[in-house]
């Protein structure tokens, strides 16, 4: 069935690096992908759409990455804040096409560290 | 400021209880949608609707109904609640995807409401 999966550990950095999360894809080839950002208690929010057709879309300090061989979006957080600190959502249209629905994966917690 | 209201954010409830759960959008969406959200298990389409008295099961619908009488509000229905539904329960929203305001298919969410059922 098709599936989106990102790490469910989270990941801790420093203040200043770079933060890179990944979201895989298995058994449908995504037209787009999505990333979402939830603070606890929130509902997520959007922050970027990728297209199949693009390789990279920057906005600020994000950058997305949609590689169709890997099946696979990196998302990078580049100097990254504390204030950066949330869970991370992937998302895409499933295999039925763009139909308005989605499919989430599990989502992946950054902890920024001062 | 676009917004979608969620008309509870915490509610406790008894097993066998009917709940209603009401979701709000003031951005003339066509779609909108009801969520769950587990640790681990990410969010899971509970029910979708994209018009009004339209409606499509998603991938946990057992358990649940939908109503959706006017075009801007969405109620999710616990018939008999039992202590497995015990969640967080989010609502969205969305244009149809291929107009100008659906081009990246972009949810908005409500807050949440975290249901305890004991």
């Known amino acids: 069935s098709q599936k989106i999966e990102q790490n469910s550990e989270a990941l801790n950095i420093q203040e200043g690096k770079t933060a890179t999360l990944t979201c895989n894809y298995t058994?449908?080839?995504?037209?787009?992908l999505q990333w979402y950002r939830q603070d606890p208690g929130r509902g997520p929010v959007f922050l970027l759409l990728?297209?199949?057709?693009?390789k990279e879309k920057r906005k600020e300090r994000l950058k997305v990455t949609f590689d169709t061989t890997l099946k696979q979006s990196l998302f990078h957080i580049t100097a990254s804040q504390p204030a950066d600190s949330a869970t991370y959502l992937c998302a895409s249209p499933g295999r039925s096409g763009n139909t308005g629905k989605l499919i989430f994966g599990q989502g992946t917690t950054l902890q920024v560290k001062p | 400021d676009v917004k979608v209201t969620q008309s509870s954010r915490y509610l406790v409830k008894r097993t066998g209880e009917k709940v209603f759960l009401e979701c709000v959008q003031d951005m003339d969406h066509e779609n909108m949608f009801w969520y769950r959200q587990d640790p681990g298990l990410g969010l899971r389409l509970i029910y979708f609707s994209y018009d009004v008295k339209m409606k499509e099961k998603g991938d946990i619908p057992e358990g649940y109904s939908v109503s959706r009488e006017k075009k801007e509000r969405f109620s999710l229905i616990l018939e008999s609640a039992s202590t497995n539904q015990t969640s967080m329960y989010l609502c969205?929203?969305?244009?149809?995807?291929?107009?100008?305001?659906?081009?990246?298919?972009?949810?908005?969410f409500g807050p949440g409401t975290r249901l305890t059922v004991l």
């Open positions: 058994n449908y080839s995504p037209a787009y």
């Open positions: 969205a929203s969305s244009s149809n995807p291929g107009t100008p305001a659906g081009s990246y298919n972009e949810q908005f």
């Open positions: 990728i297209r199949e057709n693009e």
